[in-house]
């Protein structure tokens, strides 16, 4: 079953110099457990595509189905709803709440799904062993360095269980051991637990590592390959 | 745990929070501590209102206010009176006899209130038994006949108190005077002097230095000395239009710190001056009533009317509407003080959080981003603002309340204040802060009323931006 479909969606921003058309009839499925990397060169769509597969941006055409629901029939907050239930998501930076620890930052958004405090413990401790770092939940972010900050971004937005986990540019701002290792955590996850990842990047190390690559151009899908 | 975040988020900026907390901090401390200042002086001006003045109600005859008639009086009052002193509720009752006269000494005369008490009754109305200044004499007996017990400020009037310094000089004087053992002090011991310019100038030409106000007040409260068992002459009209007078002794000096009471008022015994006067047995001109619980005498006050028909009752506030107006001013006072303050605050407090709002933009559109719905991004800002300000408030309570606390044993003296002023006034110089909790409780409910109404525009500007753009912004 398709955890998430794009039907001829279209997203078009009006600019003084014109209309420009990010996203332009782009129709993808992406299956359970898949590890997808978009690619595409910059100003190519792949940001606007990503933030409309999550729910944070409407497309003007098309429609988009999660688990066959249509989230482009639900109110801006039902929406925020629908996210924090259904998709995780990483950012390329700015992920985490300074002020908590890792610990609470991975705790927060169970919070604030209302779960109870002893399966928010668990789950917390699972998820940042799962990503390596069980030594450091006491650490708030300003300790912890760029790579390791991205991984706790990735615990995080495992924690609230979701369907997939969409991930723009996560190792943009990494140097290239630290993306390699944040790759292969990733792809870890995909393999051992099957978590559906879907991201972006420039990176051709990172491309070589997706199973499924999209090549997007001027907001059209030109190549969909899977290995 | 938005709580924690927002308790946590203050201190990102330390210092500019650590600013605003203590402004609110020194501004409710300056109100609590003021408003506590000013409900310990209206306590006291009340107190002193009811005990050594009005009490808490009094029955005249209606038109006796208008020129204080010697004719215009209570008939039958001493029998009312014990009708009355027998209800519930009333503590006690005092029958009196008020005749306007002249009072003069062999120098100096002076127009005065004769009010004649039953000594033993009166002790239990008001305090002028209690207000006798350390070596004042003696309050009036019950049953000797031609004493007189007079205020201080009269007393100076009539040249019946001075100054004078004794062989044991005050040692406030000594430690301020240039060189101990001056003779120039030596040689003011045992002079008299009644005007206060005189000693005034006197001590300062002495010490060889001005003096401070407060200093002089001092010394010159333990210098004054009291002619006591000295005639007073009194004269009036009697009851059938005949001028008379008598001579009366001193035998104590009262001083209820009000120069309206302590320089007009003058006691001496009911019957002595009913005789005196011609005036008909059991007739009075006040009768004043003292209650068991003060607080609301308005519902005794048709009791009390029914003893006396015809005649005219009225509370301590009707008496005193001066007092009580201000009471109801010094009880709101706070409040406008706060309300002002806080005004003045929370503009500090919106610009502070829209700094600390714009600062998290990218925060903020990430929080939202991954699920944080507007409801609690808004109660986040609405937490973090409305701690701000009552971490501060509570600071601001607790120095207050110290102090306060510490005032309320040792008391404030504002004597070196223009004491006399104040006395004009009728108001006490030494006071007692006075906290109230409710009042309190109530401060700290506006603070944060304040915090919430100054968090909306920093919380609006937070959910201004979309999420993906505020995620954007470089
Ligand atoms: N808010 C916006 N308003 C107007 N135009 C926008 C906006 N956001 C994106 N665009 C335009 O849409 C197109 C696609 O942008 P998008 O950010 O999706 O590209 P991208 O593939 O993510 O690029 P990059 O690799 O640089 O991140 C670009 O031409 C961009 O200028
Ligand atoms: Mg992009």
């Not at chain 1, 997203?11 to 990010?22: C, D, M, P, Q």
């Not at chain 2, 029958?95 to 002249?102: A, D, E």
């Not at chain 2, 002090?185 to 310019?197: A, Y």
Request: hydrophobic letters at 45%; aromatic letters at 6%; charged letters at 25%.
């Amino acid at each position: 079953m398709n955890v998430l479909e794009t039907r001829s969606i279209t997203r078009i921003y009006k600019e003084a110099a014109g209309e420009i058309r990010a996203v332009d009839g782009i129709s993808l499925t992406f299956q359970k457990g898949e590890f997808a990397a978009i690619v595409g060169p910059s100003g190519s769509g792949k940001t606007t595509l990503l933030n409309l597969m999550g729910g944070l941006d409407r497309p003007d055409t098309g429609s988009i189905l999660v688990d066959a629901v249509d989230i482009c029939g639900l109110n801006a907050r039902q929406l925020v709803d629908f996210r924090l239930y259904n998709i995780g998501f990483v950012f390329q930076a700015y992920n985490l709440i300074p002020v908590l620890t890792a610990e609470e930052n991975v705790e927060f958004i169970m919070q604030l799904q209302k779960r109870p405090r002893a399966e928010r413990r668990q789950r917390t401790h699972e998820v940042l062993a799962a990503v390596g770092l069980a030594d450091r939940m006491k650490s708030r972010p300003a300790k912890l360095s760029g790579g390791q900050q991205q991984r706790v971004a990735v615990a995080r937005a495992l924690a609230s269980k979701p369907k997939f986990v969409l991930a723009d540019e996560p190792t943009a701002n990494l140097d290239s051991k630290s993306a390699e290792n944040l790759l292969e955590i990733m792809e870890k996850l995909n393999r051992e637990e099957s978590i559906t990842f879907i991201f972006s990047t420039h990176d051709p190390r990172v491309v070589a590592r997706a199973r499924r690559v999209i090549t997007l151009v001027d907001g059209k899908v030109i190549r969909d390959e899977t290995a | 745990m938005i709580l924690v975040i927002a308790w946590k988020n203050i201190w990102r900026s330390k210092t500019r929070s650590l600013v605003v907390m203590a402004a609110f901090a020194l501004g409710v401390f300056s109100v609590v501590f003021g408003a506590a200042v000013m409900i310990g002086l209206m306590d006291r001006r009340m107190y002193n209102a009811i005990h050594n003045e009005v009490s808490h109600l009094q029955v005249h005859h209606p038109q006796f206010a208008d020129n204080e008639d010697i004719h215009l009086g209570i008939r039958h009052s001493d029998a009312a009176a014990d009708s009355l002193a027998r209800l519930r509720g009333i503590k006690s009752v005092s029958t009196r006899i008020l005749v306007q006269g002249m009072a003069g000494t062999a120098e100096k005369t002076a127009g005065v209130m004769i009010c004649g008490i039953n000594p033993e009754i009166e002790k239990h109305v008001t305090d002028i038994h209690r207000v006798i200044p350390h070596k004042g004499g003696d309050y009036l007996s019950g049953d000797c006949r031609g004493e007189i017990l007079i205020g201080e400020k009269l007393a100076r009037e009539l040249n019946l108190a001075y100054y004078s310094l004794h062989d044991t000089l005050p040692r406030e004087l000594l430690s301020l005077a240039k060189e101990k053992a001056s003779p120039a002090l030596d040689s003011l011991k045992g002079i008299r002097f009644v005007s206060d310019k005189a000693f005034e100038d006197a001590l300062n030409q002495a010490c060889g230095s001005t003096l401070s106000a407060k200093s002089l007040y001092r010394i010159k409260r333990q210098s004054l000395q009291y002619s006591l068992r000295k005639k007073v002459v009194l004269t009036f009209q009697s009851y059938d239009g005949e001028l008379t007078g008598a001579a009366f002794r001193v035998c104590g000096i009262f001083r209820t710190k009000n120069a309206m009471v302590d320089g007009v008022r003058v006691f001496v015994n009911k019957d002595e001056i009913a005789e005196l006067a011609a005036i008909p047995k059991g007739f009075a001109h006040e009768v004043a009533v003292l209650l068991e619980d003060g607080t609301r005498p308005d519902e005794v006050k048709a009791a009390v009317s029914g003893n006396f028909p015809g005649m005219l009752t009225e509370t301590w506030k009707e008496l005193q509407p001066d007092v009580a107006y201000m009471k109801t001013m010094v009880d709101n006072i706070m409040y406008i003080y706060l309300s002002i303050i806080l005004l003045a605050l929370v503009f500090g407090l919106v610009n502070t959080m829209l700094m600390a709002v714009l600062e998290r933009t990218r925060e903020l559109g990430m929080l939202r981003a991954v699920g944080m719905n507007n409801k609690r991004v808004f109660r986040m800002i609405m937490l973090e603002t409305v701690l701000l300000a009552i971490s501060g408030t509570v600071a601001g309570i607790l120095i207050a309340g110290i102090l306060i606390a510490w005032k309320a044993k040792t008391g404030i003296d504002l004597s070196y204040l223009y004491g006399e002023g104040y006395e004009a006034w009728g108001f006490d110089t030494f006071l007692y802060p006075v906290i109230r909790w409710k009042e309190i409780a109530e401060a700290m409910m506006l603070v944060i009323l304040a915090g919430v109404l100054a968090s909306v525009m920093p919380a609006r500007r937070a959910l201004r931006m979309k999420p993906v753009d505020a995620l954007k912004t470089e």
